[in-house]
């Protein structure tokens, strides 16, 4: 196989790590392991925790299976499904996606509590261990439109919240270079392959989640230690 396959298109193969020993690369892949967390300030605007119907967040911020991997921990999160967000329904698929030219974004569907978590919530734990918001088009070793930071709004108060949080760490310097996550109107989200949903917790031991992911989920439980759940909820009933 020709190197010059992108290794964000490898990663997702289940022969990667016999290939790459074969050809002696081996597992120094140390510099594409998870961004540092960011201490980031609570939001200044934020819906209050109240009891009410299940609400959903639709985040981007590079490969999904580390998204989800991280939600699945936090307390209040009922569901999280990996997933396709940006374009159009018949373009919603990985090796479509992965074309970069599809208008999509790996994304992740949250569904929480909003009297155990706000929505607000949910987006500190988004900038600060979930991935880098100042990375244009990339996370980590993956490169393209398709792993972009982005939120997805479903309403004129979750659109309210996410603008004025990125202003609000923006003009509070909290990180070295300028947010570059999008805000923008959510047309759809499309559930991805069944063989990536919860595929952090179905596999730790492939060399990308454990560089590039398990980092996180320590970054959250050490970090918010009191939105951390040990049991993570998966969508497979009975897998955790």
């Known amino acids: ?16 790590p016999t290939l790459l020993a074969v050809i002696g690369i081996g597992w120094q892949l140390t510099s594409c392991a998870a961004e540092a967390p960011v201490n980031v300030p609570a939001p200044a605007m934020d819906n209050p925790k109240q009891q009410g119907t299940l609400q959903t967040a639709v985040l981007s911020g590079g490969c999904f299976w580390g998204v989800q991997g991280v939600y699945e921990h936090v307390k209040g999160v009922e569901k999280v499904v990996s997933g396709y967000a940006g374009g159009d329904r018949s373009t919603a698929q990985y090796e479509t996606v992965s074309a970069g030219t599809t208008g999509h974004a790996e994304s992740v569907q949250i569904t929480f509590d909003p009297a155990k978590v706000s929505y607000g919530e949910l987006l500190q734990i988004f900038f600060s261990v979930v991935h880098d918001p100042t990375q244009l ?47 923008d109107h959510l047309r759809g989200f499309y559930a991805a392959e069944s063989y990536h949903q919860d595929y952090l917790v179905h596999n730790p031991s492939n060399p990308y989640i454990a560089y590039n992911d398990l980092p996180k989920i320590e970054a959250l439980k050490r970090v918010f230690p009191n939105y951390y759940s040990d049991r993570p909820v998966l969508l497979a009933q009975g897998s955790h």
């Open 1 to 16: 196989m020709p190197f010059s396959i992108r290794f964000s298109t490898l990663r997702k193969l289940s022969f990667l």
């Open 137 to 183: 088009n990339r996370q980590g070793p993956d490169t393209g439109a398709q792993y972009r930071s982005a939120i997805a709004y479903s309403d004129e108060t979750q659109k309210n919240i996410a603008t004025a949080y990125i202003a609000q760490l923006s003009k509070a310097g909290v990180f070295p270079r300028p947010i570059v996550t999008r805000v």
